[in-house]
């Protein structure tokens, strides 16, 4: 019998050690548990698995705690699980700890924010359908009989994804209209923007992208080029990039030439500060890096910033073909001459960046090359080289070399130009001979001072000399003082000008002019506020104008300004009056409002809730109307607006879960902007027992069917606050006295009601 015990025991050894240790150890136990990495808690309550001893956490898990995975993932219950064992765990059984030692290298890297962008940004509004005409009308009158002028701008949006249609003009009748025509066609052209491709595409009159490398030209064709306008918030040149790393959750501070930038919490692991807030110029950066323990790092980092630049790799490219534009607005506005041109402006490193352009015309061929180069932290040298070849005059070239350098101290600009005498734009047209300028600036305490000259030889080989200086200092809190002279050719003009601001919308100022022409000329205005209102202007002087006064008003239908003015040369009075407004179809009747221009607008609906203040990035501009609506105009394009309401004055029974809503709308759009608000009715319940007594505090009321909630809370005297009643409410009321019933019916002209005593019932109601 022993022997048979014996034998049975040994075939039950061997046939365990063929199944191996699946058959032996039993499968992954899940565990909630509270989880320390590098002494700081990271979690609460951890959903872990464990098994004979190892650890197993999931990969979502992980990534919340920025551990990155130093083995294959087990997949446990259908999902991917990695082993803890790299970070050497400790199971603290009676405080039902983990704890985890993990070295910097094994944490994903992270990024700080200091510029004030958002780690995400805003999507795009999308406009509606609409249609937008935009009126500036003037209209003048004097002796010798009244002129009058009104620029037109229409626009047509959100029929197409990304689409723009445009066309102005100006409408001109009265006197002395110059051979003018009555009504003239200034530009009319469609264009498509692609803020994720940063891409645009015009198709009519538009503007030549030469850049640094050629004058910009009108034409009418096609053009379809890259344009960071789109993205604001993208930024474009190299800047300084600071990397550190931390074992333990630390705070980081930026300070840029001594003064405060920003503040970040850094995590465990490495990290890199490389979007830095309003670095321009030669300076330096430090970061001082402070751990709970209060150790603290500091580096130090030198720098150079130009936006002449573009980071490695970043490129900005252009190509046109079409008509050039000669005259514009005036009565020879004609279209001649093709051409077909090319740009193209390339980061190669992050010291260096390239710009070409190819032109070609009928009559003449342009090519273009330059760079902008930063050695050594010195300054951006630039260089320009092109060459031209013009039928009837030969080939041409230009050279331009420049060297620029902004610090804390000062500003340097220096520019030297030479241009040969067949060298020929696009156009045709001629660059002076030579042309030298020299720029500079300084600030010492309070006081800015700056000064330029320029020496030239124009087209015909005429010499030209041009002297400016100036000095702006701030006079105590509220004076300001700026001084300037402007020499050229033997002709002299000083002019010192003293502001002061009275408050934020009214200002007063004394000019001083001395040299050729001398005068004195004081001036006092009030602006209107941007929600609207009354402005004025007053002016008077012993100069050609020898008195202004002007009355203004901005509403919500727009601006109107009349003028009246007196002039040293003539005795009679100008009259001047002047009105910007807009009309703006989007859906429904057409609203008569402020002009759209180049930023965009919103209409906020509150749908049935008058009279609620509208902000603007925190500033008040509006207040809605009977029908809850509101316009919001001037919203910069294509990156955020902080639209909000005055939460604080809707009525009591009135929820908006987000008072505040960024707005990121395309350029001469409108878009709309819906605040979810809700009507909300509650009540103040005093409730007894079916004996008389009080429901005691710490009692919770739950209404019937939302029996998941943690209910309302009891205090003291039997009351309860019932929040989001309905018109007929049912609640379970549990505590200590046991477990009653209550149905109770909210009046209806009441949006906050106070009831009771009412009686609960032991029985569910009926």
Not at 248 to 271: E, H, I, W
Not at 689 to 694: E, F, H, L
Not at 737 to 742: A, D, E, K, S
């Amino acid at each position: 019998m022993r022997r048979r015990r014996s034998e049975g025991l040994w075939r039950l050894l061997l046939w365990l050690a063929l199944l191996g240790p699946a058959a032996v150890h039993a499968q992954p136990a899940p565990r909630l548990i509270e989880v320390w990495l590098n002494g700081q808690r990271v979690d609460t309550y951890a959903p872990l698995m464990e098994e004979a001893g190892a650890w197993y956490a999931p990969r979502a898990v992980l990534q919340q705690w920025r551990l990155r995975p130093v083995d294959a993932p087990r997949w446990i219950e259908g999902a991917a699980h990695h082993r803890l064992d790299a970070w050497n765990p400790l199971f603290d059984v009676a405080a039902q700890r983990l704890v985890l030692d993990a070295p910097i290298a094994d944490f994903e890297p992270q990024r700080l924010q200091m510029d004030g962008t958002p780690a995400t940004r805003t999507p795009i509004v999308e406009p509606l359908p609409g249609v937008a005409l935009d009126y500036s009308s003037n209209l003048e009158s004097d002796r010798g009989g009244s002129r009058h002028a009104t620029l037109l701008d229409l626009r047509a949006f959100g029929w197409s994804a990304g689409g723009l249609l445009r066309s102005s003009g100006v409408l001109r009748s009265g006197a002395d209209l110059q051979n003018l025509p009555r009504w003239q066609r200034l530009d009319t052209a469609w264009t498509h923007a692609d803020p994720q491709g940063l891409r645009r595409t015009t198709v009519g009159d538009s503007i030549t992208c030469g850049g640094e490398l050629a004058p910009a030209l009108r034409f009418a064709g096609v053009q379809h080029g890259t344009d960071f306008a789109l993205r604001p918030d993208l930024i474009t040149q190299p800047l300084p990039a600071v990397q550190g790393s931390a074992q333990v959750p630390s705070g980081v501070d930026l300070l840029v030439n001594g003064r405060a930038a920003g503040t970040a919490s850094v995590g465990p692991g490495r990290y890199t500060l490389d979007a830095l807030p309003g670095v321009t110029g030669a300076g330096e950066i430090r970061v001082v890096q402070r751990d709970v323990l209060g150790v603290e790092q500091v580096q130090t980092v030198p720098y150079y910033v130009s936006p002449r630049l573009l980071r490695e790799g970043l490129s900005d490219g252009c190509a046109e073909a079409g008509v050039l534009r000669r005259g514009y607005a005036t009565s020879a506005d004609t279209y001649r001459d093709g051409f077909v041109a090319g740009a193209l402006r390339h980061g190669l490193s992050n010291d260096l960046t390239l710009l070409g352009r190819a032109e070609l015309a009928r009559h003449a061929r342009t090519a273009s090359a330059g760079l902008h180069w930063v050695p050594a932290r010195l300054g951006v040298f630039s260089a320009q080289v092109a060459t031209s070849d013009t039928e009837g005059l030969g080939r041409g070239q230009r050279t331009v070399l420049g060297f620029e350098r902004i610090e804390r101290r000062g500003t340097l600009n220096l520019t030297a130009e030479a241009n040969g005498a067949h060298f020929r734009l696009l156009d045709g047209s001629a660059l002076p001979r030579r042309r030298v300028g020299l720029f500079a600036g300084t600030s010492i305490g309070q006081t800015t001072v700056s000064g330029g000259a320029i020496w030239q030889r124009d087209a015909f080989d005429r010499p030209a000399r041009v002297l400016t200086a100036g000095v702006q200092r701030r006079l105590g809190a509220q004076w300001h003082m700026g001084a300037s002279l402007f020499r050229r050719e033997g002709s002299t003009s000083v002019a010192v000008l003293f502001t002061r601001a009275l408050d934020p919308r009214t200002s007063v100022a004394v000019r001083v002019q001395g040299g050729d022409q001398p005068g004195l000329t004081a001036q006092a205005q009030r602006n209107e506020a941007t929600t609207g209102g009354l402005g004025w202007r007053l002016q008077g002087g012993n100069d050609a104008l020898r008195g202004l006064a002007g009355l203004s008003w901005l509403g919500e239908a727009g601006r109107v300004e009349l003028q009246a003015a007196r002039w040293r040369d003539d005795p009679s009075t100008h009259w001047r009056a002047t009105a910007q407004g807009g009309v703006l179809w989007f859906g429904g009747a057409p609203v008569i409002g402020r002009p759209l221009g180049d930023t965009a607008a919103a209409r906020v609906e509150l749908d049935g809730l008058p009279g609620v203040g509208v902000q603007l990035n925190h500033r008040d501009v509006a207040v809605t109307d009977a029908r809850g609506h509101a316009w919001v105009w001037g919203l910069l394009p294509w990156q955020d607006n902080t639209v909000g309401i005055a939460a604080d004055v809707l009525p009591l029974d009135v929820a908006v879960t987000v008072p505040t809503l960024n707005v990121r709308a395309p350029a001469q759009t409108a878009v709309r902007v819906r605040f979810p608000a809700q009507r909300t009715r509650s009540a103040l319940l005093v409730v007894l027992r079916p004996d008389g007594a009080y429901v005691a505090a710490g009692s919770r009321a739950t209404r019937l069917g939302d029996e998941g909630s943690a209910g309302a809370p009891f205090g003291h005297g039997g009351q309860v606050w019932i929040a989001d009643a309905a018109a007929q409410n049912v609640l379970r009321i549990e505590g200590p006295q046991g477990l009653c019933h209550l149905k109770f019916t909210l009046p209806e002209d009441l949006p906050m009601a106070t009831l009771g005593p009412l009686t609960c019932t032991p029985e569910l109601p009926s």
